[in-house]
């Protein structure tokens, strides 16, 4: 069974710095992208960028580049999106999705997400 | 980027009824396009892919249709688990985007 487990929630204060995680299970993580979607309070959803932990070839949506740090370790089948320096406008929940093959794919399987809240 | 506009934000529908969703692309997305369903606190559910192929396990009241830049998902019969806020998503191109959503309540 394929299963994305994300890391539990964070509170944070602006400026800080913040990693959550996406373990992957159930398939070869080093086979498939992995996506990242940011949902702000009671909004939308927003496709944050992808990483294909074979070879750790990133893409990021424009609205997230330099914003946001997308990476993977491989050896431990684990994605993860990190900020440097967080502002009270990273408050969001954050998923994990999984692609059917390809990059551009439709996104099958899904985290249960992880919330972030900044505040000071 | 591709815009994708759902229309409309709200669908007021009673139980056993037909809800009829649409989805506008800004240029051409062919057929790579999904519909989720999300429910509060839940993670988001993939129902279809390529306009019209529903997910494992997806009722067949749920149905797409649709090319290039106008699509429809159509919930032949509203069951009470239908209720919810639904996303379409382009994968055509980078970056890859999503419709802002249509909530389907009781009316």
């Known amino acids: 069974e394929v299963q994305l487990v994300q890391s539990g929630a964070e509170v944070k204060k602006p400026g800080e710095s913040l990693k959550i995680s996406c373990k992957g299970s159930g398939y070869s993580f080093t086979s498939y992208w992995i996506t990242w979607v940011r949902q702000m309070p009671g909004k939308g959803l927003e496709w944050m960028g992808i990483i294909y932990p074979g070879d750790s070839d990133t893409r990021y949506s424009p609205s997230f580049q330099g914003q946001v740090t997308i990476s993977a370790d491989k050896s431990i089948s684990t994605a993860y999106l990190q900020w440097s320096t967080l502002k009270a406008s990273d408050t969001a929940i954050y998923y994990c999705?999984?692609?059917?093959?390809?990059?551009?794919?439709?996104?099958?399987?899904w985290g249960q997400g992880t919330l972030v809240t900044v505040s000071s | 980027e591709k815009v994708m506009t759902q229309s409309p934000a709200t669908l007021s529908v009673s139980p056993g009824e037909r809800a009829t969703l649409s989805c506008r692309a800004s240029?051409?997305?062919?057929?790579?396009l999904a519909w989720y369903q999300q429910k509060p606190g839940q993670a988001p559910r993939l129902l279809i892919y390529?306009?019209?192929t529903r997910a494992t396990g997806i009722p067949a009241r749920f149905s797409g249709s649709g090319s290039g830049t106008e699509f429809t998902l159509t919930i032949s019969s509203l069951q009470s688990e239908d209720f919810a806020v639904y996303y379409c998503q382009q994968y055509n191109t980078w970056p890859q985007t999503f419709g802002q959503g249509t909530k389907v309540e009781i009316k």
């Open positions: 390529g306009a019209s």
């Open positions: 999705a999984r692609p059917g093959v390809g990059a551009l794919s439709r996104l099958d399987y």
């Open positions: 240029q051409s997305v062919s057929y790579n």
